[in-house]
């Protein structure tokens, strides 16, 4: 393979509900009441914490019996620090993420030393936190205005 | 306010179908049969988009009012470089998007300057956007394992 282009969009519904689509499937978003939302869903922040822990969990699946390692569970549980003072433009702090801290929860019965091998390399093959450790390019590609 | 936490999991279900769950929310994600899985909804870099595209729209939503801009419609239409080949390492190139590209639709008849400053200042408060284009020190917090 080379460089494959993937695709969403997030819809605007009332308040702070966001459709968001891909390829036919879809989820929608929110922000709680003290982040000005309706609370209907998880919010973006939360959202893309889970998406890092799916992320791992499907590197851990692809990779686990090149290791030798049978799962019988895994499951990621992610926690980061964010000040939502930047997102309410309150203070000069950055607006995302400055740490996120993420604890594996395996059961298996392999051998020790395969499980420690594959624990350490799940995180050098993960998409979504090589986007989040190294800096992505955004771009504003366009605005389509209509009246 | 000040530095809060935010947290999520992500649980592997059978194949490559992850359960995400934050504050009793959940959305499911999975892989295409290209990459390994059983394509029963959007993957995890495309969910990472879409809550680009979310947060995008959340900002939007919340400072309309501020730049006296109207927003009878706002969607996001989001895509993004990633070679796969680094998730399967085939090749030693990056795991996640080295670009991503965005593109606003907003349908309002607010005045074309007000439109313009609020389209500008979108783009930096994004908590998702920051957490992209700026680095997030991740860190595996601990491995819990159970036999």
Known sequence: MAVEQFQATAHLQSGTLVKVRSRGFEFTLDE???????????????????????CQAIVA??????????L???????EGDLDPDGFMNKADVRCGYSAIRYTYHIKSESAQ????????????????????????ALQLAGVVHEK
């Not at 003290?34 to 799916?54: K, Q, S």
């Not at 019988?72 to 992610?78: A, G, K, N, S």
């Not at 594959?118 to 986007?131: E, R």
């Open 32 to 54: 709680p009441a003290e982040l000005g939302g309706t609370d209907t869903a998880m919010n973006p922040v939360e959202a893309l914490l889970g998406a890092l822990g799916a």
């Open 61 to 70: 699946s692809a990779y686990a019996k090149k290791f030798k390692v049978q």
């Open 72 to 78: 019988d569970d895994f499951w990621v549980e992610l």
């Open 113 to 136: 030393a395969d499980i420690d091998a594959f624990i350490a390399f799940i995180g050098t093959k993960c998409p979504v936190g090589d986007s989040l450790m190294q800096p992505v």
